[in-house]
C-alpha cells in the first residue's frame, strides 16, 4: 500500500506543472478563471499551443502523436492541466472522435482526419441525443438512407454542444428501420457541416449561455466514405466510446481549485464582523465538500491504479462520474452562497464597474446543474453499477 | 502508487476471516457476548498469536515495527466480524504506553500487551469532558513519592475486561487546557477503583468508573507530569483511523449481505433487486463505502508519514478528522439503508445486519461524533 507517487511521477508532475504556468496564455487563464466564456478563436489559440507541445492527445498510439505515458503519468497530467486553470479541450474530436477512428477507422480515414483533428484544424462536435432520444439513446430516429455513392441523412440532433464552432460532427444514424432490436441498425457517420441541409440553432441556456445546439437535417448528402466501421454497427461504436477514457471523470483537479477559491473568498467575505469561513455553520458545509473530495481524489487513483495493473476498469468507475459532479454542484451552491445577496447580480445595464466576475456566480450554479444531467445522467450512472457491477 | 496489500498484511487478514468463521460465527458470537466474561478468551489468545497485537510496536519490545497501514486489512475483518474482544482498546492502551512512557516502562508493559497477556482500556472520557481530553478534570495529586488519583470516567470501552487501565488525569492546570494532563497506567482492582459494567448496545463490554483517594506508585505516571496531550492526542487519532477501517469492514458486510438479500427476496412476483428504486439506493451504499475506504487509505497513510515525523501534527489531525466525519456519516448511511431494505427482517435480533448496524452506529460517536470532528477539521484547515 503506497499512496505516493515514484519519484519519477513527482519529477513528471513538476515538468508538467511548469510547462503550463510558463505556458497558458495569461488573458485565456484568466477568463477560465473568472469563469468567462471562450471563443473559438480562444479555444483553437489553446489547443494549437498544446498540439505544438506534443501533449495534446495522450492517450493516442504514438505513431499518431500520442504519447507513451502510463496511466497515472496521464492522470497526473489530467489533474494538473485542471488544476492550473487551463482552457478545454473539447473532447469530441481529439477524445471521442479520434478514438473511434483509431479503433474502427479505415486507414485511409485515419490518415485524412486523425492530423487535422490534432492540429484542430477541424472543430468536431458530437450529434448522439435527440429530442426523444436521451438516456435511451439506441431509440434515435435521425435517418440516413444509403442512395448510390452517398447516404441522404434527414432528422435532428440537440444538445450539441460547440456545435455553433463546429466544422465536423460525428452522428448516430439510423441506417435500418426494419430491426426489431432498437440497438441494431444504427450507423457511426462523419459529416462536414458545410454540407447543404444542415441548419445549427441555439438552445440558450437558463444561464443564457450559448454552448448548445439543435441541429437539423434536411437532405443532407453524405458519401460512404465517410461511414466508420460496417453499417448498422454504429451500436458497437458508441459502446466503445462510453466505456472510453473513465478515469477523468471525477474532475478532481478542477474541483481542488474551486475549493480554494471558494475557501480564498470565504475567508475574504465578512459575516458580524469576522470572516465567512470561520462562521461554523457555513464552515461546516464547505468541511463536508472538502471531505468528500478528500475521499474521492483516492477512489479516482484506486481507479488509475487498477486501470495500471490489469488494463481495464469495473463499471463501477461510473462513481467518479456521480460523486465528482456531486461535488462540483456543491461547490458551484457555496460559492453562491459567499456572494450573499451580491449572488443576484447577473448583467449590468446602468452599472459602471460592475464586477463581473460576481454577475458570473449564479449563473454558474445554474449552468452546473448540467452535471449530472450529461454524459449519461448521474441516474444511468447508477443503472450501470446496478447492473454491471452489483449484477442487480 | 500501489493499492495492493503486501503478501504479509493480505495473509494476516485472511487468517483472521478464516479464525472467525470457524470460532466465531453469527450464533457463537451471540453467546459469546452475554455470557459472563463478555468476550471469547479463546479468540483472544488466537488474535494474539496471530501477532494482531503486535503489528505496531517496536521490535526491540517483541512487535512487528509496522504502521497503521499494515492493521488496514485485518482491521476490516475485525469489522466484519463484529468482534466483541478488546482489540482497539489493546492497541490504543499500547499507544499511549509507546506515545508517552519512558523506555524502562516500553520494555515492562509492552511485551504483555504484544503476547495478548495483558489487556488494556483507556480511560478519559468524562461527563462534561464527553470526547475532548483537554476538558479532562478527573485529579491527581503528588502524594510522596506517588500520586493520588480522583474522579469519575465514564463510558470506558472494554474498562471491565482490561487487566490494566491507562487513565488521564489533570496534574496540573485547569478542564481546558492542554497543560497539564498526565497518564496513569492503574490496576483495576486497585483500593477506591470501582468499576460499574455494562453490555453496550452493540455488545461490547463497557464500564463507568470512579477513582476515589486511589494511591499510585511513582512509576505509574507514563513519562512526564503534565505533558500528555500531545501523545493522547496522537494514539487518538491512531486508534479513530483503526477504528474507522473497522467501519469500513462492517460496511462492506453490511452492502454484501443487503445485495444477497435483494437478489433473493421476493415480492409481487420478483426479486426486490429488480426495483430502480432499491437498486439506486444499494448503489449509493456501495459508493459511501468505496469512499470510506478511500479516505480510510489516506489517513493510515498520513498517520504513519506523522509518526515517522515527515508531517505534522496539524496535517494528521486535519485528514484523521476527515476520516472520521466521512466513514462516521457513510456509517450511519449505510446502517439504516441496510435495514430500510431489508426490511422487517432487518428490525429482528436475528440477522447479522441488525448487530452491524449498531456497530457502525456506536463507531459514528465513538472517539468524537461527527460534530466534534468537525470542528476539530475547521480548526486544522
Known amino acids: 500500500m503506497d499512496l505516493n507517487y515514484t519519484a519519477e511521477e513527482l519529477a513528471f508532475r513538476d515538468e508538467v506543472r511548469d510547462w503550463l504556468q510558463a505556458s497558458i496564455p495569461a488573458d485565456l487563464r484568466e477568463k477560465v478563471l473568472n469563469y468567462e466564456e471562450l471563443s473559438k478563436d480562444d479555444l483553437v489559440r489553446w489547443h494549437k499551443i498544446l498540439a505544438d507541445k506534443g501533449w495534446l492527445a495522450p492517450s493516442w498510439p504514438v505513431e499518431w502523436g500520442g504519447t507513451d505515458w502510463t496511466p497515472v503519468q496521464r492522470y497526473i497530467f489530467e489533474e494538473e492541466y485542471a488544476y492550473a486553470g487551463a482552457p478545454p479541450i473539447a473532447p469530441f474530436g481529439p477524445t471521442m472522435c479520434a478514438s473511434v477512428l483509431l479503433r474502427f477507422g479505415s486507414e485511409e480515414q485515419k490518415q485524412r482526419f486523425l492530423p487535422r483533428i490534432y492540429h484542430c484544424d477541424d472543430f468536431w462536435c458530437q450529434g448522439y441525443s435527440e429530442p426523444g432520444s436521451g438516456s435511451d439513446l439506441a431509440s434515435l430516429k435521425c435517418r440516413a438512407e444509403r442512395r448510390g455513392d452517398h447516404y441522404v441523412v434527414n432528422g435532428q440532433k440537440i444538445w450539441t454542444t460547440l456545435g455553433h464552432y463546429g466544422d465536423w460532427i460525428f452522428c448516430l444514424v439510423r441506417t435500418d428501420n426494419t430491426v426489431s432490436k432498437k440497438q441494431e441498425g444504427i450507423s457511426f457517420l462523419l459529416i462536414d457541416m458545410n454540407t447543404p441541409g444542415i441548419t445549427v440553432r441555439p438552445l440558450v441556456l437558463l444561464d443564457e449561455g450559448h454552448e448548445v ?14 461511414l466508420v466501421y460496417e453499417e448498422n454497427k454504429g451500436w458497437t461504436v458508441a459502446k466503445y466510446l462510453l466505456g472510453h477514457e473513465r478515469l477523468n471523470t471525477g474532475r478532481v483537479g478542477q474541483s481542488k481549485r474551486e475549493m480554494i477559491k471558494l475557501k480564498d473568498m470565504a475567508a475574504r467575505t465578512t459575516k458580524n464582523g469576522k470572516p465567512l469561513l470561520e462562521d461554523p455553520r457555513f464552515r461546516d458545509r464547505v468541511s463536508r465538500v472538502e471531505v468528500e473530495l478528500m475521499a474521492l481524489e483516492i477512489t479516482n487513483l484506486r481507479f488509475v491504479d487498477e486501470m495500471r495493473r490489469t488494463g481495464q476498469i469495473g463499471a463501477d468507475v461510473s462513481m467518479l462520474k456521480i460523486k465528482g459532479t456531486e461535488i462540483q454542484q456543491a461547490i458551484t451552491e457555496l460559492l453562491m452562497q459567499v456572494a450573499g445577496p451580491r449572488a443576484q447580480s447577473f448583467k449590468p445595464i446602468d452599472y459602471e464597474g460592475f464586477d463581473e466576475f460576481m454577475g458570473s456566480i449564479a449563473a454558474r450554479y445554474f449552468n452546473y446543474r448540467k452535471t449530472s444531467i450529461y454524459a449519461g445522467s448521474n441516474e444511468i450512472q447508477r443503472n450501470i453499477i446496478a447492473k454491471m457491477s452489483l449484477g442487480l | 502508487m500501489d493499492f495492493q496489500y503486501t503478501e504479509e498484511q493480505q495473509l494476516l487478514a485472511d487468517s483472521l476471516e478464516r479464525l472467525v468463521e470457524k470460532t466465531y460465527d453469527f450464533e457463537s458470537r451471540q453467546k459469546i457476548v452475554r455470557s459472563d466474561a463478555g468476550y471469547s478468551a479463546e479468540l483472544w489468545s488466537n488474535l494474539a498469536e496471530l501477532g494482531l497485537l ?15 497501514t499494515d492493521l488496514i486489512a485485518t482491521m476490516q475483518a475485525v469489522g466484519k466480524g463484529l468482534l466483541a474482544e478488546p482489540v482497539l482498546s489493546t492497541l490504543l492502551g499500547g499507544r499511549l504506553i509507546a506515545n508517552a512512557g519512558s523506555e524502562a516502562q516500553h520494555a515492562e508493559l ?75 497506567v492503574v490496576d483495576p482492582k486497585a483500593q477506591g477503583v470501582s468499576l460499574n459494567s455494562y453490555r453496550s448496545v452493540d455488545n461490547q463490554r463497557v464500564a463507568d468508573i470512579t477513582f476515589q483517594g486511589v494511591k499510585l506508585p511513582a512509576d505509574a505516571l507514563l513519562g512526564e507530569a503534565g505533558k500528555a496531550w500531545e501523545a493522547i492526542d496522537e494514539a487518538l487519532d491512531f486508534a479513530t483511523v483503526l477504528l474507522c477501517c473497522e467501519a469500513v469492514g462492517a460496511m462492506n458486510f453490511a452492502n454484501e449481505t443487503t445485495l444477497e438479500y435483494l437478489k433473493t427476496r421476493k415480492q409481487f412476483g420478483v426479486t426486490i433487486g429488480s426495483f430502480q428504486a432499491l437498486q439506486h439506493r444499494m448503489v449509493d451504499m456501495t459508493i459511501s463505502a468505496a469512499q470510506s475506504y478511500s479516505i480510510c487509505l489516506l489517513a493510515t497513510a498520513r498517520l504513519d508519514a506523522a509518526a515517522r515525523g515527515e508531517l505534522d501534527a496539524a496535517e494528521r489531525r486535519r485528514v484523521v478528522s476527515g476520516a472520521k466525519i466521512k466513514v462516521a456519516e457513510a456509517s450511519r448511511h449505510v446502517g439504516q439503508e441496510a435495514i430500510q431494505l431489508h426490511g422487517g427482517m432487518g428490525m429482528t435480533e436475528e440477522l447479522k445486519v441488525s448487530h452491524t448496524f449498531k456497530r457502525l452506529t456506536m463507531i459514528g460517536q465513538l472517539f468524537g461524533d461527527v460534530d466534534h470532528h468537525l470542528e476539530r477539521f475547521a480548526a486544522t484547515a
Not at chain 2, 54 to 68: D, K, V, Y
Not at chain 2, 147 to 158: F, N, P, R, S, Y
Open chain 1, 213 to 226: 445546439n439543435e441541429v437539423f437535417f434536411e437532405d443532407v448528402k453524405v458519401p460512404l466514405e465517410n
Open chain 2, 54 to 68: 503486535s503489528l505496531p510496536f517496536a521490535e526491540q519490545h517483541g512487535g512487528f515495527g509496522g504502521g497503521t
Open chain 2, 110 to 184: 509492552l511485551p504483555s500487551v504484544i503476547d495478548g497477556s495483558t489487556r488494556l482500556a483507556f480511560a478519559y472520557v468524562e461527563t462534561d469532558a464527553r470526547y475532548e481530553p483537554a476538558q479532562i478534570a478527573a485529579k491527581a495529586t503528588k502524594s510522596g513519592d506517588g500520586w493520588t488519583l480522583d474522579g469519575e470516567k465514564i463510558a470506558v470501552q472494554h474498562g471491565p475486561l482490561a487487566d490494566k487501565l491507562i487513565v488521564a488525569a489533570r496534574s496540573a492546570g485547569a478542564a481546558g487546557d492542554r497543560e497539564g494532563l498526565s497518564l496513569f
